[in-house]
């Protein structure tokens, strides 16, 4: 079957995104791009269309890793590079697309079962493998699980994938394109993970009835006519294949004055940014230098690479978006040499950006490392419970099985099963021959902290619990990588500061700049947990800090509670926070308990996550 993808000098607009794209392809070194912005904006299509537009390359003929046969090499291909077997071939770059269900076998590679049933130790390939020489495509990146992350990012950087696993002791070149999307309204990324990209784009929405036209008008002419669509745009397309391949044999060439290098690096070190930030910049401006056919960097490439690398990294900072435009010194005259001794003379050391970081990081860590009088002694999650996931692509605990004999476990270890019946004598596997193993997910419970934020006496009160348990999170909940979701109530209705995320410090900026105003819309706050729940494939914990007064409702207060409470039931585990003085007002607090199973508590040492 062929497939069409829709070429990539026919999408409308997002150039920052296409520029990305077309950098990374002239140098994958730059470490990749992250395409964010919200859903329906074409970013796997952009993704996809890439291939399109790559030149192709040199491989050796019936490699299974399409090794460059000018650069590094599996052992197959040393092997037939020694015997003088070594045949090239012209490759078309392939797109390598990693689903969100993907195990980590999969991804790295593992034991071949095929091979192993019959006594021998062969490694079969993964994603990683398959991708070397092209491109590997992470469709919603911020919903796969970290581990596998870390493993995609460690081989994008290292250029190299080692496996050890079962027993398969191997190393094989991993050079490719790695380019993830995703909607931030989804979830975040960590900081780390988020470091480890190069670059970044943001995708926008058509501005323009217009541009929305032409965008339906290209689209409707592609699925009536694929081939002649194509047809239409090989000309644009072509054009661009040429100039990545032109940009290739330049970019050695390239170079960038030495004032704009310190330009870059106060811009990062100001930030308190990493090396990496430093790097890709770098890079990045040499590569769309390149990509334009000149050898000297200017100041309109010096912008935009340092948009490409660091918008994404000081946005899980909180700060706002550093001035990009190069302010050139006076004094600074370009072609004298003796101007440019002197800039070198001035220039930072190499290892000041690194210090400053490992400073802030130890001093961050003796900070967590002082007790607290609030903590939360009991903030735990079993590893006995049970936690069923709904559908595949994102992480939980599948549910117990308990198998008849000895062994028991959550899920049957299919590998160690069958090398187990192998090595055992049988023909197929049975009850004997069974391996159980467990598996805990590395995304924990997401809970939902909802403050109501409404103008009375004990405001202050509820807001210091929200910091107080926000603090504990970010020591307790860190660890077991919880996703949390933030939502203030008052006025006429409740808003979702923070949509789930791993942020904590942003966490912490939010309730601080909580303030009160107006009426207690109680049950908008009680319907926006529900929704954020009932999104979620696994139970949520929601802590509801209220005294429960609400005077804005959309029916009959009763039943309004009362609907919305049952509802809740079934998504969450809900505390609901009381710390009110005066226990004589009415409140609906019992009434949410009774038809929710919400905990009443008023001390936030008795929550128990499980």
């Not at 399109?52 to 090499?73: Q, Y």
């Not at 581990?147 to 190393?171: C, Q």
């Not at 190069?326 to 040499?337: A, G, I, L, T, V």
């Not at 929601?542 to 959309?554: E, Q």
Request: net charge positive; charged share 30%.
């Amino acid at each position: 079957m062929r497939v069409y993808a829709f070429p990539f000098s026919a999408i409308v607009d997002n150039d920052n995104i296409k520029l990305g794209l077309i950098i990374n392809a002239i140098d994958p070194s730059i470490g990749g791009l992250l395409i964010t912005g919200p859903k329906g904006i074409a970013k796997s299509t952009l993704v996809r269309s890439l291939a399109s537009v790559l030149p192709e390359v040199k491989a050796v003929n019936g490699c299974r890793f399409h090794c460059n046969p000018d650069g590094n090499l599996c052992d197959e291909c040393l092997e037939k590079q020694k015997h003088g077997i070594l045949e090239i071939e012209q490759m078309k770059i392939q797109i390598i697309n990693l689903p969100n269900s993907a195990t980590l076998d999969r991804v790295v590679g593992s034991l071949d079962i095929s091979h192993a049933i019959k006594g021998e130790s062969v490694l079969r390939e993964g994603l990683i493998g398959e991708a070397n020489r092209g491109i590997l495509y992470i469709d919603e990146v911020n919903l796969l699980d970290d581990s596998i992350v870390d493993s995609i990012l460690d081989s994008a950087a290292s250029g190299i994938n080692i496996v050890e696993r079962e027993g398969v002791s191997y190393i094989h070149p991993a050079e490719f394109i790695l380019v993830g999307t995703m909607n931030p309204e989804e979830g975040e990324l960590r900081p780390q993970l988020l470091d480890r990209f190069g670059i970044s784009a943001e995708g926008k929405m058509p501005e323009s009835p217009d541009k929305l036209l032409e965008i339906a008008d290209r689209v409707e002419e592609f699925d009536a006519n694929k081939e002649k669509f194509i047809k239409k745009f090989s000309k644009e397309d072509d054009e661009i294949i040429l100039r990545i391949a032109a940009a290739r044999k330049i970019l050695p060439d390239v170079r960038i004055k030495r004032n704009y290098m310190l330009f870059i690096a106060d811009t990062v070190i100001k930030n308190s940014l990493s090396n990496r930030a430093m790097l890709s910049a770098v890079k990045a401006a040499k590569a769309i230098a390149a990509y334009d056919g000149r050898t000297d960097v200017n100041e309109d490439d010096l912008k935009k690479a340092l948009e490409f690398a660091i918008n994404h990294r000081i946005r899980e900072k909180g700060r706002k978006k550093p001035d990009y435009n190069y302010n050139k010194p006076e004094n600074d005259k370009d072609n004298n040499s003796k101007n440019g001794k002197e800039n070198e003379q001035k220039a930072p050391k190499q290892n000041t950006p690194e210090k400053k970081d490992t400073g802030n990081e130890s001093k961050g860590n003796k900070e967590h490392q002082k007790p607290e009088k609030n903590e939360i002694r009991n903030l735990e999650i079993k590893p006995s419970t049970k936690i069923e996931t709904k559908k595949s692509g994102r992480s939980g605990i599948s549910k117990q099985y308990l198998h008849k004999g000895k062994k028991s476990g959550t899920f049957m270890d299919m590998r160690s099963s069958l090398l187990n019946t192998w090595t055992s004598g049988y023909k197929a596997i049975n009850g004997r021959t069974v391996i159980m193993k467990d598996y805990y997910s590395k995304g924990s419970v997401p809970v939902i902290i909802a403050v109501d934020s409404s103008r009375s006496m004990n405001f202050n009160s509820r807001i210091e619990i929200a910091r107080n348990f926000s603090s504990m999170l970010l020591k307790k909940l860190y660890i077991m990588r919880s996703r949390v979701a933030l939502i203030k109530f008052s006025g006429n209705g409740s808003e979702l500061l923070m949509n789930f995320s791993r942020n904590f410090t942003a966490l912490k900026n939010y309730i601080e700049n909580i303030h009160s105003e107006g009426k207690t819309p109680l049950y908008d706050a009680l319907s926006e947990i529900y929704k954020l729940s009932s999104y979620e494939k696994l139970k949520t914990i929601s802590l509801l800090i209220t005294d429960g007064r609400g005077n804005v409702f959309p029916g009959n207060p009763a039943d309004n509670i009362k609907e919305i409470s049952n509802k809740i039931k079934y998504v969450s585990k809900m505390y609901i926070i009381d710390k009110s003085d005066n226990k004589f007002l009415p409140t609906y607090n019992d009434m949410i308990s009774s038809y929710s199973g919400a905990k009443i508590i008023n001390d936030i040492e008795n929550i128990k996550i499980n």
